[in-house]
């Protein structure tokens, strides 16, 4: 070994040992953990945090109140997890201010661990469940989101004593040919959504000859509906710095950024903590852990347009211009960012490659398929009851991922589709959930592998309206720049808003393909190479549906508000309850005559309260498509 | 660099400068290849109008002609049925943003759009698209010239010249997607920012969208 490796080991051996021992002190005492990622706190979790605190002082207990991350278990936040020595660490959901208060008095201070609220036990024990005993935890593995929610974001020691930055000290006593060699035999394949292969694209940036490099992290998250780059930022940083850092060792870069949306508060607080700790422990900065290699982070916030994720334009914004791709090649690996060679790799691809280069190529390959080697990491919502940040192997079939992991449909209503990838991606139908998760059987399937989006839907749920949806997401993203883009998905847009409102004409199916596969061809960048796959899978699969909308001026989901009326069944309303009327915002419900209740078609806005209202009591509203004419009127 | 490569253009063999750019090789050919905004003085193809598409052999996919290098032996046609159904498209796509009105412009008879038309025999009226069309006044202060941004087809090469050649800086583009479109800072008339009204934005207009007033008046 030589004397520079040998030093590197050194330094990182004293900073592990110091964490391992300030880790131990905190781990004695009981200590509570709140999860208080941004989706924590929508829940309301810092009122939970507040709640502990305030008791915990008020009855000066000895306990360590420390925040955390995402567990990925959002359907059931906010969540807590509570270690008393004696018993197993155990983790609570939907906790409010109620139920922290009585975790306070019943479990901190007597010794009744409350199993009524208790979700499951984070090791196994004889007292109650772990998350393994549950199908979600048994179909998941976790790899980059195994840390997250359990380690304190904002401690370096918390990710030291767990092995952290480990990786980057074997990776700066390797050669840089070496750790590339070992990303390309682990086929990792880029998670940003395209899956082009990491290791080549490093190789490329590594040839390339240059005395300034640079790598940027693409933290630009912007699929509606995604949001597992933020969760690994905010539960989880160093993670993404190591592989940041990892990866300017391996192509020779001195110089790199966080490119974050700027939506992102939380995660750009939490970064800004964690490069100021990384710098203090010589992990960033001059000569890193005593070895010959510098390099420093610094965080770029982005304005939030959707295209900037798109790494050509991601450079523009970062060099100060509009952000509009450009064409490719050259590409960013040779010529970049202010014309030097630059690496961009997704959060999640800069998050696997601290446990690549620590656990060896195989151990990678030995998870998911030959060919998507690895897990997937996605962020499950909709329709479905377990919502959620999930990690699952590639090869896991979509029906494992929505019915086991995420238990099913919600209030028993019956799938229609799943749309998978975000805008770029598309709408899978019952038939195709046996395909495998992985980025070829998707892309084939018609959808894509996309950053990680998936969004259930049911039956209530039409799919003209959900591909309109997207399309005018990429419509209002769209920079404007290309031809096909600009104005092709715009005419798009038009002719399935006209769809959705009734005046389809015949044909409108066949432009929509053909204006699709032209813009698929013809569009300057990703963005619009993808634009039209919500619309050509939802025409390939729920082809019935655009027609009925077309021929019949019919909604079969009875969705679409200007295919619809609402009507009072008179079999089923009641006489002698008058809640719809109470609920009805424009006075359109009223009592007729003979006490039941019916509506004025002409006042009514189709809000849908009537409808909610009256479900639970008599169900006697009910959605009429084709527009149905209003009972007694001529 | 001045090496000189052998390619193919539509059957013809061409002696061009290595990495010269298709489109240019082609034009210098006498070989008409649709485009709105490849220039050739930019540095960078901004690659967005979309109409220069050809087929080179071994490329599964038509690549647009100037972004794509001349190398030794590169075997190209400007036309196949997918490049022409490509072209129609983005041309179609093109008219349907741009107000047509042919015989009251100034460049009716010299303008880029009539000449793709007539080239890859294409009608200079929509068929299958919606008209997106928003009326805009023209603006037309500078003495000598006038703006009317609903002619404009986004090609950028006045926003170029204004950069890179008059060095002036009175135009850019601005916002994004369909409401993307040229204009000064602030949005206020061309006599109130600096334009210097040098006119270098009037000569490389391809369409109707920047005209001199005494072309009009003829």
């Known amino acids: 070994m030589s004397d520079s490796a040998l030093v590197v080991e050194q330094n990182y051996e004293q900073l592990k040992n110091l964490a391992l021992q300030k880790h131990g002190e905190i781990k004695e005492k009981p200590y509570v953990l709140v999860g208080t990622a941004t989706c924590g706190r929508a829940a309301g979790a810092l009122g939970v945090l507040d709640t502990f605190r305030n008791e915990i002082d008020n009855r000066q207990l000895d306990v360590n109140i420390i925040e955390v991350g995402c567990m990925g278990h959002c359907y059931a936040e906010p969540m807590v997890i509570i270690y008393k020595p004696g018993f197993p660490p155990l983790c609570y959901g939907s906790v409010d201010e109620g139920k922290a208060a009585r975790l306070v008095t019943d479990f901190l201070i007597e010794d009744d661990p409350c199993f009524e609220f208790a979700m499951a036990a984070l090791e196994p024990n004889d007292l109650f469940p772990t998350f393994g005993d549950y199908p979600r935890g048994v179909y998941e593995q976790k790899v980059i989101l195994a840390d997250c929610g359990l380690i304190d974001p904002e401690n370096i020691d918390d990710y030291l004593a767990c092995g952290g930055y480990g990786a980057l000290a074997k990776a700066l006593a390797m050669k840089p040919e070496e750790v590339i060699a070992e990303i390309k035999d682990a086929q990792l394949r880029g998670r940003g959504g395209a899956g082009f292969p990491t290791g080549i694209k490093w190789e490329t940036c590594h040839d390339t000859p240059g005395p300034l490099k640079y790598v940027i992290c693409n933290a630009d998250e912007g699929d509606p509906g995604a949001f597992m780059d933020r969760a690994l930022l905010e539960s989880n940083p160093h993670q993404v710095l190591e592989g940041l850092v990892i990866s300017a060792c391996a192509v020779g870069a001195s110089q790199g950024y966080l490119y974050v949306r700027a939506e992102y508060p939380l995660a750009i607080t939490r970064l800004h903590t964690a490069l100021e700790q990384a710098r203090a422990k010589g992990l960033l900065g001059e000569s890193i852990l005593g070895s010959s290699f510098s390099f420093d982070i610094e965080i770029f916030k982005g304005s939030g347009a959707f295209v900037c994720g798109e790494e050509t334009a991601l450079i523009a914004s970062i060099e100060g211009h509009a952000g509009i791709p450009t064409h490719r090649p050259p590409f960013p690996a040779v010529s970049g960012l202010r014309g030097k060679p630059t690496l961009i790799d997704n959060v999640k691809t800069l998050s696997y490659i601290p446990h690549i280069v620590q656990k060896g190529a195989d151990w990678f390959k030995s998870i998911g398929t030959p060919n998507s080697p690895g897990t997937a990491v996605f962020a499950l919502a909709g329709k479905v009851v377990g919502t959620g940040l999930v990690e699952v192997p590639m090869g896991t079939t979509l029906r494992t991922l929505i019915y086991d992991v995420g238990d099913g449909i919600k209030d028993g209503k019956t799938f229609k589709a799943v749309q998978i990838g975000g805008p770029s991606g598309g709408c899978l139908p019952e038939s195709a959930l046996d395909i495998s998760i992985d980025f070829d059987s998707l892309r084939e399937a018609g959808a894509m592998m996309g950053s990680g989006g998936i969004v259930v839907l049911n039956e209530d749920d039409c799919m003209v309206e959900v591909a309109r949806f997207f399309l005018e997401f990429v419509q209002n993203e769209s920079c404007g720049k290309c031809t096909f883009c600009r104005l092709g998905t715009k005419q798009m847009l038009d002719i399935l808003t006209d769809i959705t409102k009734g005046h389809g004409r015949p044909g409108d199916i066949e432009l929509l393909l053909d204006l699709a596969e032209d813009i698929k061809t013809g569009s300057l960048c990703g963005l619009g190479k993808t634009a039209p796959n919500p619309v050509l899978t939802t025409i390939n699969f729920f082809r019935h549906e655009y027609e009925a909308h077309i021929n019949e001026g019919r909604c079969p989901a009875l969705m679409c508000k200007d295919l619809i009326t609402f009507h009072i069944s008179a079999e089923k309303c009641s006489k002698l309850c008058d809640a719809c009327v109470g609920s009805c915002p424009v006075e359109a419900v009223y009592t007729r005559p003979d006490m039941l209740k019916a509506i004025h078609l002409d006042k009514c806005v189709k809000c849908d309260n009537c409808l909610t209202t009256c479900r639970t009591l008599y169900d006697a509203v009910i959605k009429k498509s084709p527009p149905a004419a209003e009972e007694g009127v001529s | ?218």
């Open chain 2, 1 to 218: 660099m001045s090496r000189k490569v052998t390619i193919t253009i539509d059957d013809r063999q061409l002696t061009v400068p290595e990495g010269e750019k298709l489109l240019w090789a082609a034009l210098d050919n006498g070989l008409y290849i649709p485009h709105l905004c490849g220039f050739r003085e930019s540095e960078r193809p901004a690659a967005g109008c979309r109409l220069c598409f050809v087929e080179v052999e071994g490329h599964p996919n038509p690549v647009t002609a100037c972004t794509e290098p001349a190398v030794e032996g590169m075997v190209v046609m400007t036309r196949s049925p997918r490049v022409d159904r490509l072209v129609r498209t983005a041309f179609e796509l093109i008219i349907s943003n741009h107000r047509l009105d042919c015989a009251n412009c100034a460049k009716n008879g010299d303008c880029e759009l009539q000449r793709i038309a007539k080239a890859r025999k294409l009608k200079l009226k929509l068929t299958r698209l919606r008209q997106l069309v928003k009326e805009t006044p023209v603006d037309d202060s500078p003495q000598s010239f006038s703006y009317d941004a609903s002619r404009c087809v986004l090609c950028g090469r006045c926003v170029w010249v204004d950069h890179n050649k008059a060095k002036v800086g009175a135009i850019g583009f601005i916002r994004r997607g369909i409401s993307r479109k040229v204009s000064t800072f602030g949005e206020v008339c061309l006599t109130d920012s600096r334009c210097t009204q040098c006119g270098e934005c009037v000569k490389v207009c391809p369409v109707g969208a920047l005209t001199f007033k005494e072309a009009a008046d003829k």
